[in-house]
Nanobody, 123 residues
Framework: QLQLVESGGGLVQPGGSLRLSCSAS????????IGWFRQAPGKEREAVSC????????YYADSVKGRFTISRDNAKNTVYLQMNSLKPEDTAVYYC????????????????WGQGTQVTVSS
């Protein structure tokens, strides 16, 4: 059974950093495109980043470009989202997701989602 599990969220001050992890079971994360999404209270879900399986090409939303970095460790079957220079507006629940049989970024959604991890940026 395909499963995604996020970890690494928490409370951080503005300007701080966090690294989110998305670990997979039941499939290899380098087979399909993997995306990170976030949803803040009262707001629509936003696609934040994505990494493609073939050449590792990446996508970033304009709101995080230059601050967030997505990467993949095939040996650990884990995708990471390094988040630097965090801002209060980055506060949200972050999800990783994949859409089976989709191999390019950006992802618009997914048919498999993790449970989410809360990121709170506040002083």
């Amino acid at each position: 059974q395909l499963q995604l599990v996020e970890s690494g969220g928490g409370l951080v001050q503005p300007g701080g950093s966090l690294r989110l992890s998305c670990s997979a079971s039941g499939f290899a994360l380098n087979v399909y495109a993997i995306g990170w999404f976030r949803q803040a209270p009262g707001k629509e879900r936003e696609a934040v980043s994505c990494i493609s399986p073939s050449d590792g090409s990446t996508y970033y939303a304009d709101s995080v470009k230059g601050r967030f970095t997505i990467s993949r460790d095939n040996a650990k079957n884990t995708v990471y989202l390094q988040m630097n220079s965090l801002k209060p507006e980055d506060t949200a629940v972050y999800y990783c997701a994949t859409q089976t049989q989709v191999f390019t970024c950006p992802l618009r959604g997914g048919n498999y989602w993790g449970q989410g991890t809360q990121v709170t940026v506040s002083s």
